[in-house]
């Protein structure tokens, strides 16, 4: 195993970070490794704002539901879905881009450019000895968000990642059974082996959650996750995007 499956494969979400900036060099090569990763079409689609202003990190700390580490880490980028410069590029060109920005497959576009740039980010940083963890409770109040940030239309901030050093480590947190994961050639639908393969994984994130907890807590996973979708969050999404003017069609 090469050094890179093996920083993949130690991937856990870190949340407790020394009071040390990143430097500017380690800011750098996080972003310029994110630029790295592969993008439909050459189309760039996404914008990365570093967050290092006190103040815009409490109130997005705040947004977030007052997650601590969204103010304490030593760097906070801010990933976002952007068709801006491509509305730029249109009046540039003297071409007519707005149906196609407007469309839902560009709007899919922009999030998965933006979702593999950041996972080349998160690489880069723990490869370099640093924490990271994905923040998405900035999407509890993107209005405020775009705000903080200045953000124009076409651009939509979709999620933080907090890096920095960090002062504990967690165990990796088990994932679904491979078999579950991967299907070849198509679609596994027995609901029989589903079901026994959901129910395997609930036995070992139960057993998980007790060991780390001194037995406070060993929920199941399919439990976790019927609760967490039975809750309705962030309902206002889809009138939050259309009213940026993006994915209109």
Sequence with gaps: MNKVIETIQNHRSLRHFEDKPLTDEQIKTIVTCAQSASTSSFIQAYSIIGVKDKEKKKKLAEIAGNQEYVEKNGHFFVFCADLYRHTIIGEKEQINVTPSIESTEKFMVALI?????????????????????????????????????????????????????????????????????????????????????????????????????????????????????????????????????????
């Design 113 to 249: 450019d933006a979702s593999l740039a950041a996972q080349n980010a998160a690489i880069a940083a723990e490869s370099m000895g640093l924490g990271i963890c994905y923040i998405g409770g900035i999407r509890n109040n993107l209005d405020d968000v775009k705000k903080i940030l200045k953000t124009p239309d076409r651009v939509i901030p979709l999620f933080g990642l907090a890096v920095g050093v960090p002062t504990k480590k967690t165990e990796t947190k088990p994932r679904l059974p491979y078999e579950h994961v991967y299907h070849e050639d198509q679609y596994e639908q027995n609901k029989e082996i589903y079901v026994s393969q959901l129910q395997e994984y609930d036995q070992l994130i139960s057993s998980y959650y007790e060991e780390r907890t001194g037995g406070k807590r060993k929920d199941r996973w399919t439990e976790q996750m019927a609760l967490m979708l039975d809750r309705k969050s962030r309902m206002y999404m889809r009138e939050f995007v259309q009213k940026n003017k993006l994915d209109l069609h």
